[in-house]
């Protein structure tokens, strides 16, 4: 996996992401028995077991990620909406069908504990394992968070060019720590996501357990690629995360309210990818 890729237009690195977000599931060992490719499987299969704490878990934290069902939802190189409303707005309407079903009171102890969050948030567990989140078509992706970027408007787009450059080798970083100055933990520090070079993480998580680091060292090995977030996205998580937490069904029912919502989102992924 190239998070890079997610920077480069026309062959050049005009972008160099340096921290990324994503989601995963943490848990007990009943976290192995979900082993479908797309989060429509993970739902079927979480409905499947009878684990009521799992449950839980999907319906109290899942909708948070919304934005992160159907990703990429655009290619701006090739001007094409890839959002796929349809299958985001039948996954939607599956998901909040089963939210809205009533879960029995269960005693929970620690092993019945699972959690959906960001990868940051991980802290770890006795006998945890974790999961990267899939989208709806199996893909594994995460979200650039900060990064350097050449602007396309730029009268010295080379010269941009070859500083970036200067991140995607060993010597910025050696220089940093023989002068003890340490730029990336700086820069990794004032963000909500992990480093996104694998070899930057157990740098910056070094006050964490050696097993967490490795499990989410192992979680970013699954990542397929990323994307950056846009209005679009965060637009669609503010929407549902309203209604969800106001604890009733929106006035025109879910169908409607989701099909409205896909509509919109894909109205602005178009908008976008013209821009």
């Known amino acids: 996996m190239n998070i890079l890729t997610a920077g480069k237009h026309n062959g050049k690195q005009y972008i160099i992401p340096l921290s990324c977000y994503y989601y995963i599931l943490s848990g007990s060992d009943t976290i192995e028995k979900i082993e479908g ?3 429509g499987e993970w739902l079927e299969q979480v ?3 009878d684990d009521s704490e799992l449950k839980k878990s999907f319906k109290q934290s899942l909708y948070l990620t919304s ?3 159907f990703q990429p939802a655009a290619d701006y190189e090739t001007r094409q909406v890839l959002f796929n409303k349809e299958e985001w707005k039948s996954f939607s309407e599956s998901y909040f069908s089963f939210q809205q079903e009533s879960e029995p009171d269960s005693v929970i102890t620690a092993e019945d504990q699972y959690q959906i969050q960001p990868v940051r948030s991980y802290f770890g ?8 989140i899939p989208d709806t078509e199996g893909r594994k992706m995460a979200s650039i968070m900060t990064y350097g970027a050449v602007e396309m408007s730029s009268s010295h787009k080379e010269k941009a060019y ?3 450059m200067l991140f995607l080798n060993d010597n910025m970083q050696k220089a ?4 003890g100055t340490g730029y990336m933990p700086q820069i990794f520090g004032g963000s909500t996501g992990i480093p ?14 050696d097993e967490v680091i490795s499990a989410i060292e192992k979680s970013f090995e699954e990542l397929e690629g990323a994307y950056f977030v846009t209005n679009a996205e965060r637009d669609m998580i503010s929407d549902i995360r309203q209604v969800v937490e106001q604890g009733m069904a929106p006035e025109n029912g879910w169908d409607q309210y989701l099909s409205d919502l896909a509509d919109k989102a894909w109205e602005q992924y178009e908008m976008q990818v013209k821009e």
Do not use: M, Y
């Open 37 to 39: 490719n797309t989060l």
């Open 162 to 164: 070859e500083f970036l």
């Open 176 to 179: 940093a720590e023989e002068e």
């Open 47 to 49: 409905q499947a077991l």
């Open 196 to 209: 996104a070079e694998q070899n930057e993480i157990r740098n910056w998580l070094s006050d964490r357990p």
């Open 125 to 132: 567990g006795e006998g945890n394992i974790v999961k990267v």
């Open 67 to 69: 934005g992160r069902w």
